[in-house]
């Protein structure tokens, strides 16, 4: 099964919907990432296969700093290294844009997620408490250096 992640067009929303309903216990509307994709300051990507979007990130940029806001792979799809493009795709993004660092938050339980970001060199630098809803649970702060001296 071959995959393609590019940059998310304004037609992708309802797909990037339909993924972020999958994956998110309080999903973003489809207009919220619509107006993403389009959000000048932030940048959208999706992971294509067989002409199927599997999976989506957003993140926005401000000065040298990157956050991911959103980021899923359906349930059919996971486990088979789409995540990693997908985030890999968004380091390219942050070094064109000469970010210095990329951070997200995760839910203290997401092992799978935790395990993934940091085999991509992600570091703990806090916590939320009670940050995220349906369930009620902590999020992890999460951060990656993209500078070289700081690696």
């Known amino acids: 099964m071959t995959a393609v992640v590019r940059k998310a067009c304004p037609e992708d929303a309802p797909h990037v919907y339909a993924v972020e309903k999958a994956c998110s216990s309080r999903p973003w509307s489809e207009e919220q990432l619509l107006e993403e994709i389009e959000f000048p300051h932030a940048y959208t990507c999706v992971c294509e296969t067989d002409g199927a979007v599997a999976g989506f990130a957003t993140m926005q940029i401000a000065a040298e700093y990157a956050h991911i806001n ?3 792979v359906l349930p059919q799809y996971r486990r088979r290294g789409f995540g990693r493009m997908i985030m890999e795709d968004l380091f390219r993004e942050c070094m064109e844009r000469r970010c ?4 997200l938050e995760v839910r203290e339980s997401a092992a799978p997620a935790r395990k993934l970001y940091g085999s991509l060199g992600f570091r703990q630098e ?4 009670r940050f ?4 009620e649970e902590d999020a992890l702060v999460l951060v990656k250096k993209l500078t070289e001296e700081d690696n």
């Open 100 to 103: 210095e660092s990329i951070s």
């Open 70 to 72: 959103e980021f899923g």
């Open 126 to 129: 806090g916590i939320r408490k």
């Open 132 to 135: 995220y809803h349906e369930p």
